[in-house]
């Protein structure tokens, strides 16, 4: 990509988009364009295809969707399927009418099948039934990674998925009933600790293992993909390990210095129960991650701990 290339980041105000716009301005990139959803309705056909002959991007990174955490996922599931499958059919056939040179089409670890076998390997995709939980947000985006995958084959259109593994970051939801389980601990915890509340409710049994990386991170392994990777398929970015929930609420109640009780709400639900990625073709290809999950979770609170 070339710094003066017109790039456009769908999404650029969430925690994924906003984190590879950084990532783009670090590396000079001078000709970025970004919407904001009310400017541009990502859901409306004419207003996208509009949008697109006027900018004429060179390079689009698909950072826009709707995105939750597990309660969002299971209350708002029309929602999950139409918007997202709106949203990533308007851009990608969008961009292939417009002649774009390459887009990366951001997905989730949670198009793997419910109990697929660990680590998580990419070619595990449709081998199985999904998490019921996120059914239709997964439904979504592998409807992503199939558009990308025909338009690749039908068109010749340079168009690749990736498939990051539960984020954190700057920009993140805190919303207690949307949000996803590391944003919920660290509110939950620095409420308590605050109002010297006697002990914090964490959903589930905590037994469950996730696997976390930093927006940051995720953002270089996008600039990093988006010059060299470009194939069929999809491609895992993650951490190659993961944490049980019980401990992760361990280490966010250690890093915001709370000392009371956890107690569970055992009415919440648990997921699936493992979800660690194998990230041996990313490393193959030559990116690693480089901010541990206690260095990236501390540096999270410090920035939104005056905000909550
Ligand atoms: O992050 P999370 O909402 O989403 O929940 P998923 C992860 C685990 O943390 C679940 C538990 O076992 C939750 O029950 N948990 C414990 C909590 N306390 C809390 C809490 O206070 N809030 C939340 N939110 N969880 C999502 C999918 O699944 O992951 C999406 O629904 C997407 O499709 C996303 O793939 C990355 O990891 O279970």
């Known amino acids: 990509m070339e710094k003066s ?25 001078t000709n970025i364009i ?40 299971n ?8 918007d997202n499958l709106m949203i990533q059919n308007n851009i990608i056939h969008s961009a292939y009418e417009n002649g774009v040179k390459k887009l990366l089409f951001l997905g989730s670890s949670c198009i793997y099948p419910k109990l ?31 558009l990308c995958d025909a338009y690749r084959s039908q068109y010749g259109c340079d168009f690749i998925s990736v498939m990051p593994t539960n984020l954190y970051g700057p920009n993140d939801n805190y919303d207690l009933n949307k949000s996803h ?3 919920a601990l660290i509110r939950k915890f620095h409420e308590a600790k605050k109002n010297n509340a006697p002990s914090v409710v964490m959903w589930g049994t905590g037994t469950p293992r996730r696997e976390f990386l930093h927006a940051d991170d995720l953002a270089d392994a996008c600039y990093f993909l988006m010059q060299h990777y470009s194939e069929p398929g999809l491609v895992n970015i993650g951490v190659g390990d993961d944490i049980p929930i019980k401990d992760l609420a361990l280490l966010v109640k250690k890093i915001v210095g709370y000392e009371g009780e956890i107690e569970h709400d055992l009415s919440k639900p648990d997921g699936t129960p493992r979800k660690l990625m194998d990230v041996s073709k990313l490393h193959s290809l030559g990116w690693k991650h480089r901010i541990s999950l206690e260095e990236g979770i501390r540096a999270v609170y410090e920035e939104v701990k005056g905000k909550l």
């Open 5 to 29: 290339a017109r790039i456009y980041i769908a999404g650029h105000r969430g925690m994924v988009g906003s984190a590879i716009h950084r990532k783009l301005l670090s590396e000079g990139f």
């Open 34 to 73: 970004t919407r904001t959803s009310s400017e541009l309705d990502l859901r409306n056909q004419q207003a996208v295809k509009d949008f697109f002959a006027a900018e004429k991007p060179d390079y689009v990174f698909l950072a826009a969707a709707k995105v939750g955490g597990i309660l969002a996922n």
């Open 75 to 82: 209350t708002y599931r029309g929602e999950f399927l139409y």
């Open 116 to 146: 697929a076998p660990q680590p998580l390997k990419e070619e595990y995709l449709l081998t199985g039934e999904l998490e019921p939980t996120n059914e239709p947000y997964a439904i979504a985006k592998i409807a992503g990674i199939k």
């Open 181 to 183: 389980v590391l944003p």
